[in-house]
């Protein structure tokens, strides 16, 4: 697509968000709308099933031409919030299929995501709120279908977490990989194009008992909102090689269960792989069956020397009065307590605040990180060192706090109690460094505020 059409596509979905947005219509009804740039309509008919409709939807732009927007996405929520996702096709067209007699709106439209050009694209859902308008009986949130209704995707609570559940009749997905992108979003009214997009891979595997191919993932712990985007074709094995290792680690650390770890271990029996696929594909399954925290650390090297960096960004959200850690894997809990840790006195003043422990690469020492209490916009955030065998602080550790360009803010070492606490972070992006012994840590943590 040339700049030229791109920039006419642009601006052909914005006036059609324009037109789109706040609007509600009938099904029985339908829905128009036109402007200088794109023309909208809903042109209902009676549906397969006795009472229903099918609801064609039709994007006509008024300059450029009618494919440039082939691979859009759109949306539409009743009144119960059930999400309807569909993408157009070359002529501009969408097909909603046995739609209920009731009100609809139309959430956005959205350009596929390319994030990676040798595979195929992601198709963008829409952004969803952690807790639906209407509430599920079981831990049920969201139930959907990807743009080429090749695949159902399922969004339930598992505990303290998301988990997210692929499943498909349809052959050519059998042992393939799955490419899709998670995006938590810290504030509903957040640009979702500005948030941080987690890419995971996924296996499908043949379920027997449901006679199905079923992969599940757990996503960690839940957010406000978030946006998904879905592959709607199987990604290349053969294009996803050795610089996709910490890829390849996270998206295996996610297996949600022992039948999507099984799948991930019968493709890397696969003679078909790349070479330099399976030993990476074959060390996370053996760093997740010895020990599931391991593989989420990787070696780096920083400036000529060794690293052990945590391969995925912490996020914290900043909330009024409390902080919480959002989009653990599952392996990790976040116990909530109730005693604010502060570096220079002890105090009984009851104040939330939130814990994740982490186990440190060599399994010598581990970490607990403790962000809490808030004053307005800015937190604490603490970081206390254990010995792992023994289960005792360890003091005079250094750790230091740099920002998002590498540059040194405070630093200091580990009192008689294993702790150092930095007071007062505002929102933004910061890398912790530990040293113990000869061993160097790198942790990425970024604190994002509501309002």
């Avoid at 229903?52 to 031409?65: C, E, N, S, V, Y």
Wanted: negative net charge; contains cysteine; charged residues 20%.
């Amino acid at each position: 697509m040339t700049s030229q059409m791109k920039n006419q596509s642009t601006a052909i979905i914005a006036e059609a968000n324009r037109l789109l947005a706040k609007q509600t219509w009938k099904v029985t009804e339908g829905f128009y709308a036109e402007g200088t740039a794109v023309s909208l309509f809903i042109d209902p008919l009676p549906g397969e099933r006795d009472g229903r409709f099918h609801a064609p939807f039709t994007l006509f732009p008024l300059i450029g031409k009618v494919g440039d927007l082939q691979g859009a996405t759109l949306s539409l929520a009743d009144s119960a919030g059930a999400i309807y996702f569909g993408q157009l096709d070359k002529r501009g067209h969408i097909l909603f299929r046995d739609l209920q007699p009731d009100s609809f709106r139309c959430l956005a439209v959205t350009q596929p995501d390319a994030a990676n050009a040798s595979q195929p694209a992601l198709a963008v859902l829409p952004p969803l709120a952690a807790t639906p308008p209407a509430a599920a009986d079981d831990d049920e949130l969201y139930r959907f279908v990807n743009a080429n209704r090749s695949l159902q995707i399922s969004l339930r609570r598992a505990g303290a977490n998301y988990l997210l559940s692929f499943q498909t009749q349809d052959e050519k997905w059998q042992n393939k990989l799955l490419g899709f992108g998670w995006t938590p979003l810290f504030s509903t009214e957040q640009n979702p194009q500005l948030a941080q997009t987690q890419l995971l891979l996924a296996v499908l595997s043949q379920d027997a008992a449901e006679g199905v191919f079923r992969a599940d993932v757990d996503l960690g712990q839940a957010c406000p909102a978030f946006v998904l985007r879905v592959s709607d074709q199987p990604w290349a094995w053969q294009q996803v090689g050795a610089k996709d290792e910490a890829l390849l680690r996270q998206s295996i650390a996610s297996a949600a269960n022992e039948q999507s770890r099984r799948a991930w271990q019968a493709a890397a029996a696969n003679q078909r792989l790349p070479a330099e696929m399976q030993p990476t594909i074959e060390h996370a399954l053996a760093d997740l069956n010895s020990s599931p925290l391991r593989l989420w650390w990787q070696q780096a090297e920083a400036v000529g020397e060794q690293v052990s960096r945590f391969i995925q960004t912490l996020q914290v959200q900043i909330r009024a009065e409390m902080a919480t850690f959002s989009g653990l894997p599952s392996a990790f809990h976040a116990p909530r307590l109730a005693t604010a840790v502060t570096r220079s006195q002890d105090t009984n003043e009851s104040s939330p605040v939130n814990l994740v422990p982490l186990t440190a690469p060599s399994e010598a020492f581990s970490l607990r990180l403790i962000v809490g209490p808030v004053s307005g916009q800015q937190t604490t955030f603490s970081i206390q060192v254990l010995d792992t065998l023994l289960q005792q602080p360890l003091p005079r550790v250094r750790i230091n706090l740099f920002n998002e360009q590498k540059q040194l803010l405070e630093g200091d070492l580990t009192r008689e109690d294993g702790l150092v606490t930095f007071h007062a972070l505002e929102p933004g992006t910061y890398f912790v460094h530990i040293w113990y012994r000869d061993e160097k840590l790198e942790l990425p943590i970024t604190f994002t505020a509501d309002g």
